[in-house]
């Protein structure tokens, strides 16, 4: 089960190890983020469940193991040793991390995966993309969620990415703090609240009797409540509309045309004709800087539907996250701290964790902070970040996938509610380097390791 | 299968459509694109045969069933009818279209779906996902691959997406020209040439003999031929040890420092021990602009890997297909074009389809060109573009998936030749406007169907 969704130097560096007979030394490696990527004050941690089923369930399947020995470049290491290896192939880890809706105001490891060099080495693609994938999501989300300013963000961003990822990225969202999402997948499989009413063809597909009969039309279809679409033809006209279809109607939503403008317009409407209990959603290629922007001019939007800038985050596409090796056992069975230098990219050796300090203002706010990593042996002050995840290759939460969802989302939350105002900033002036007031230090015994030189 | 991989407000519009005894009537929706995404010149279209696999295949299951059945927003519409429709549901349309391969420079029709107003409908969030994504990854991997100039582009961008959407990303890139992919399931379920040698971690994992150690294992490892990574600790170095390293290495990958500096330096060092046979791969953080660069300032790489560029585009990260109803049938049977007016998202109503006529120089090159979107009975001057690729539900071609791949790409390959010269600039000014030398001429019967008005 998904073993495959890995890169072929995972498979090539097994034959090589197992050839080398050292396929089978305990390894230490390092899921982590060397620093926050551009345009972002604070990272949500998203992805982590999934990753930790994927490690309980990763077995290579006879068909797989068959298409890889008929790989021409993978011939010289396709032994009996290795094929033997791939079917018996179980990860037998252990795994100790961030929780998931950890949040980051910094660099640092997200998780540590201890086992056998290869297999820690097979894993490391499907770790890596399950993380990047839902916290890229999660963090531009939250952004989205701050912006809005506890008015509900909907995320419907299913149409914009590969469908099979679309579930995925609307879990990390509402773990950020959306409300929901319009992929009904997302809801069956891990709970998300979904919603959603209807699109322009619903509008046009009555060309019988129009918006006027389409209007109705659905209103008498969900008449315990339902949302209309006003700017198919024209978002004045559409809404004087819509403020007559009845008490079902709940919320009109205005997708395109000026916003900041048609907002107050609307709200008249509705509240001229007795209807100051309908909400306005806005939709048109929202993200956090245009919802900012709205709320600043006092655009009387209650709700919010954004696709694309969430489950794209195109100002920050690519989030980033790298896995590396740590430790490694020697030929004596000692454990030896290794680490790149690779200019750009050098990284710390050793088994690492995280620990967090937060200043506090008299009210409690957090106004500065700073995070530890340290050896995982070592005890800083602060609070420790780190948990155990999976141990034997077993997860150690018995929660569902459901439950997991739930539970990130509710921690989240709470953490959220941590952020000193200099990481809250979302208008234009994130683009600046992060903040001084949360610091991240490197402790001096992971400085001190001794670097492996090749 | 894949039902429930669609928005929310799908199944709001068939509980109405159902209701208003409309779900039946004749439907045609387009797929297009308005205009070409920002610092695109040209697009090349991919996800098609993926997207006409789940239309054969798309079904609901009653588990997916009585999870909609106990969703409270849905209750109003979930009827018995309603739900014998999901049980017995299945794409029974007909679907016309670009040639998967297909190179765009300017907006245009991709996809034409025609059915019943609900099918059609259902079937909507899926499509544009599958489109989006692969097109998105195939017209940035031709940038690439064109900035190579001649020299293979790896693409292995598997670790920095949802490990679900990693395979499907390689099929695109491959398609628009990459000779390959890292992604071991693209090989598996697309026939994408595999290939991928080593990691750094394989490099520090030789803690007792270093890199000198591990090259000469991995060597021995695969005596057929492979390449080694040379930047672990010092590029220099590391290129010294393996160009010693024996015949079976032939090639030698860079992943980091200044690559236009070390390019000319690590060819001497090859040269000067002898291994002028060695090749030199480039791979830190590549995309067209910097590949461009690099072989503008004659840095001797002979191949590419690239992976967040190709698999994200950062440059343009959402592709921005949209799905629009532009013909339905009255309460006569009577078809009716239909289109909406938002601002800046109007559309042209009717079942169009696209022609092309290229102009050549004297020597046979494309210097201009000019795609004709007309009504799908006109037969205006050019090439068709649009096939017929499915009807009554069922594909017309019998390509299995590998078969569907191959041909994509050899069509995608005939069609960049043609490229006009003003559509191959790779380099910075492509975020100018669409170059005037390519035209999409909208035919005047599309212009003048009357826009029902709501």
């Not at 498979?11 to 197992?18: E, P, R, T």
């Not at 694309?308 to 701290?337: C, H, N, Q, W």
């Amino acid at each position: 089960m998904f073993s495959l969704y890995t890169d072929r130097y995972q498979l090539s560096m097994l034959g090589a190890y197992l050839r080398e007979g050292i396929a089978s030394r305990r390894a230490v490696f390092e899921l982590s983020m060397r620093k926050l990527p551009k345009a972002r004050r604070f990272l949500v941690v998203a992805g982590i469940d999934r990753a930790l089923r994927y490690l309980e369930g990763v077995r290579f399947t006879e068909d797989e193991i068959s298409y890889l020995r008929e790989s021409a470049s993978l011939r010289d290491v396709m032994t009996d040793e290795m094929i033997e290896y791939l079917r018996s192939f179980r990860f037998r880890g252990r795994v100790f991390g961030l929780r998931e809706g950890e949040v980051l105001m910094g660099g640092g490891p997200i998780l540590r995966v201890e086992g056998t060099l290869a297999e820690c080495q097979i894993v490391e693609t499907f770790l890596l993309g399950v993380i990047n994938h839902e916290s890229k999501v999660a963090s531009k989300a939250a952004r989205v969620v701050l912006a809005a300013r506890g008015r509900p963000v909907m995320e419907f961003g299913a149409r914009r990415l590969d469908p099979l990822s679309a579930p995925s990225a609307a879990r990390a969202a509402y773990i950020a703090g959306c409300i929901g999402t319009s992929c009904e997948e997302a809801g069956f499989r891990y709970g998300v609240p979904v919603s959603g009413t209807c699109a322009h063809s619903y509008m046009l597909a009555h060309v019988d009797d129009g918006e006027d009969g389409a209007f109705r039309a659905f209103a008498e279809a969900f008449p315990s409540g339902t949302s209309l679409l006003v700017d198919t033809w024209d978002t004045i006209r559409g809404t004087l509309r819509a403020a007559k279809a009845g008490p079902a109607v709940k919320a009109v939503r205005v997708d395109s045309g000026d916003l900041a403008r048609l907002g107050p317009q609307i709200r008249s409407i509705l509240d001229a004709a007795g209807r100051s209990d309908v909400k306005i959603i806005g939709s048109d290629d929202m993200d956090e800087y245009k919802i900012n922007a709205l709320l600043e001019a006092g655009a009387p939007y209650d709700t919010f539907g954004v696709g694309t800038a969430i489950v794209l985050s195109p100002d920050s596409p690519s989030f980033g996250a790298v896995y590396k090796l740590v430790e490694v056992d020697d030929r004596r069975g000692v454990a030896m701290p290794v680490a790149k230098r690779a200019p750009g990219k050098a990284s710390y050796g050793g088994a690492k964790a995280m620990w967090r300090k937060m200043t506090k203002d008299k009210d409690g706010n957090a106004v500065a902070g700073e995070d530890f990593v340290a050896l995982a042996s070592e005890k800083p002050d602060g609070v420790a970040l780190y948990v155990e995840h999976m141990r034997d290759g077993k997860r150690l939460s018995t929660a569902n996938e459901k439950e997991a969802t739930r539970d990130a989302r509710s921690y989240a939350k709470e953490q959220l509610a941590t952020l000193p105002a200099a990481q809250r900033v979302v208008a234009l002036e994130e683009t600046t380097p992060a903040s001084e007031q949360y610091r991240v230090t490197i402790s001096d015994a992971v400085r001190r390791l001794e670097k492996l030189d090749g």
